[in-house]
């Protein structure tokens, strides 16, 4: 498992200096580590930082792909501070698709969670 930290880590360097083909890269690799060890709250982490990543890019599609899976996994584990988390994704995303509407009825959903929109920051708006 240390080796899925170890990419997972990389991966979010790789984010953190503006290098995202090297963070997915990275970040797939880990995926695959800790699907291969069964370990589904760190597959729904990746997965997070995947749609994050999506979302830098403007793939609007991927990020709502990435998060759909990592909730499915986090619900089914039963963690509701991740399912919180995601659902703060999903109104990031549809603030950014401009579904005001959505995004505040989603943002409310989301609570208790203290950041409003800040897990995904992009790179490439002004």
């Excluded at 790789?14 to 970040?27: N, P, S």
């Excluded at 930082?49 to 890019?57: G, I, K, P, Q, S």
């Amino acid at each position: 498992m240390g080796f899925g930290w170890t990419l997972t880590a990389l991966g979010m360097v790789a984010r953190a200096q503006g290098k995202g083909d090297l963070a997915t890269q990275r970040l797939q690799d880990s995926l695959e580590v800790w699907h291969e060890v069964g370990d589904r709250q760190n597959t729904a982490n990746v997965l997070n930082t995947l749609a994050a990543l999506a979302w830098d890019e403007v793939d609007y599609e991927t990020a709502h792909r990435r998060l759909r899976e990592s909730l499915e996994i986090l619900e089914d584990i039963g963690d509701r501070r991740g399912i919180a988390f995601v659902v703060e994704g999903f109104a990031c995303l549809a603030a950014a698709e401009r579904q005001g509407a959505r995004a505040i009825s989603l943002s409310a959903t989301s609570r208790p969670r203290e950041r409003s929109c800040r897990p995904m920051p992009s790179r490439k708006r002004p």
